[in-house]
């Protein structure tokens, strides 16, 4: 069983930086993707970024382009995020998410426990 599990929240003003991290229990497959999602109240969980874990290739939803970061240590099997520029907007529980398939749209197989990200104006 792969597990997830998140932790780097906290409490940050507007300007602000954050780093989530996300450790993987073991690696399912050779090939796969880890993902970072987030949740607003009263919102559906959104898509924030990508990486496969093979070669680092990355995708970021347009909201956070040129403010966030997602990265990956191979020997630590840890994906991060790197929040710079936060915005009130950015406030939300943040998950991370593991989909077994390297290509086509991002289905996760498996899901953190989340971590809450606070931006005050």
């Known amino acids: 069983q792969v597990q997830l599990v998140e932790s780097g929240g906290g409490l940050v003003q507007a300007g602000g930086s954050l780093r989530l991290s996300c450790a993987v229990s073991r690696r399912p497959f050779i090939t796969y993707r880890m993902g970072w999602f987030r949740q607003a109240p009263g919102k559906e969980r959104d898509f924030v970024a990508v990486?496969?874990?093979?070669?680092?290739?990355?995708s970021y939803a347009d909201s956070v382009k040129g403010r966030f970061t997602i990265s990956r240590d191979n020997a630590e099997n840890t994906v991060f995020l790197q929040m710079n520029s936060l915005k009130p907007e950015d406030t939300a529980v943040y998950y991370c998410?593991?989909?077994?398939?390297?290509?086509?749209?991002?289905?996760?197989?498996?899901w953190g426990q989340g971590t809450q990200v606070t931006v005050s104006s």
């Open positions: 990486i496969r874990w093979n070669d680092g290739l990355t």
């Open positions: 998410a593991l989909d077994v398939k390297y290509t086509g749209s991002f289905s996760a197989d498996y």
